[in-house]
């Protein structure tokens, strides 16, 4: 199937094969939305469940999307809302602690290497070292291209704020690169 249009889901109608539509965007989607989980969580099973949840959040609200964004947009941004709920929780931040100290001395798994191929090993390492609110921006505007207006928007913050941001995480990721 090609990609999808821009505003395609704000035609769907009641009745129409939902199920279809959705094996589309998991098809067209799916990989750089779990991508993204897992930039934010930093965990490859937090990121399967968060991307599970994303799309079944997806099926209900089908019928819902108005168009005032990209699909991608609006995936990325129901996406982000399943982390940091995610992230919050307090039961998540007990488990991921205990499994940072369970496998710290594992090998990576494969779902990790095939992420790190796709940009140096040594750029990732240290964006995945920032600050949750910095990673954001860095992975939104240089792994998704996105401008500093459409993080705004999906961010809901000003563009001032976004700049800012993006400008901090620079110099912070110059600083982690350079030791």
Avoid at 2 to 22: C, I, N, P, S
Wanted: net charge neutral; hydrophobic share 40%; proline share 1%.
């Amino acid at each position: 199937m090609g990609r999808l249009e821009t505003h395609y889901l704000q035609y769907l109608v009641d009745g129409y094969d939902k199920d279809a539509a959705l094996e589309q965007l998991m098809n067209e989607y799916g990989s750089d939305l779990w991508r993204f989980a897992y930039f934010l969580t930093k965990n490859a099973h937090s990121a399967d469940d968060i991307v599970q949840e994303a799309f079944m959040a997806v099926y209900e609200r089908m019928y819902s999307f108005r168009g005032e964004s990209t699909i991608r947009s609006w995936l990325l941004a129901i996406t982000r809302n399943k982390c940091y709920s995610h992230l919050k929780s307090a039961f998540i931040r007990k488990v991921t602690l205990m499994d940072r100290i369970d496998t710290e001395n594992k090998a990576p798994s494969a779902e990790t290497e095939l992420l790190f191929r796709e940009q140096s090993r040594q750029l990732w390492e240290a964006v995945l070292c920032l600050p949750l609110k910095f990673r954001e921006i860095v992975i939104f505007e240089y792994h998704y291209g996105f401008t500093i207006k459409e993080i705004a928007a999906l961010l809901q913050l000003s563009e001032g704020t976004v700049k800012s941001r993006s400008h901090r995480a620079k110099s912070k990721l110059s600083r982690l690169l350079a030791e």
